[in-house]
């Protein structure tokens, strides 16, 4: 049932959703260590197959993989690829506080689309100016702390496009006739495409198999099984239910969370700038969801 405006599950998925990606681009990090980026995104997609037909038929929700959206489906799914061929390469190239407050900046991207092309998603005065409160205090937090790790004009690209390609997933999501389908029907046909592609492509950008540890592949298959199989449906199903800006805009949260796993694990100070942003991205988030 949609729903037009926030309450206390969505509010506890939505959170818990960041969290788990904020941890997600650090393992991405460490696994590229050992695999090849655009591989390990194509292993994980072909991996999450698996995981989620069998959510599918443990839910009795197989019959919505429907051959009649096998268009759509396309669509998605070759999206869907591209969003994370960038992704993966761009925390291969450049510092994962740089790619994440690219990559996130996704909102914008999608509610400058469901402002055009949704109904009931225009973008007001008032949620304009906290979605720009948001990005804000994002770009504030990464960006005054220095982070580690090199940066690359490559990288910060790949992550625009991995943006793009995220909101392209998002509002396909809606606008397609895969709305029907449900959220898990949608990230089967996601991974399904997008696995096949990944790993054919993968050649084409290096060695599959660089320094490889045993941990490596085992996050490989949390990544197959929790985060695209857990994460991603309970993303999409939020974006089902709830407002597509206002899901958006709480993707803010991630590189906060982020910064805020780096102090606790790798003892990095909490800086008077961490603390102005997060104020900023609370400050925008209330108005984004303000009757």
Known sequence: MRKERLDRVGLAALIAVTLLLAVNQIVVKEVNRGLQPVFFAGARSALAVAFVFAWLQYRGLWHRVR????????AIGAVFAAEFLCLFMALDLTAVGRASVIFYSMPLWLAVAAHFWLPNERITPKRGFGLGLAFIGTAWAILSKSPSGHASVAG????????????GTAFLARKTRLREAGPEAQLFWMVLISGPILLAASPLFGPLIRDVQAMHWVWLVLQAGVVVAGVFITWLWLLSVYPTSTVASFSFLTPLFAIILG??????????????????????IILINRR
């Open 67 to 74: 051959w009649a959206d096998l268009g759509p489906g396309l």
């Open 263 to 284: 102090y606790f694990i790798f003892d990095e100070a909490l800086s008077f700038g961490l603390m102005m942003a997060a104020g900023f991205v609370a400050a925008g």
């Open 156 to 167: 910060d690209i790949l992550a625009l496009v991995g943006a793009w390609g995220w909101a």
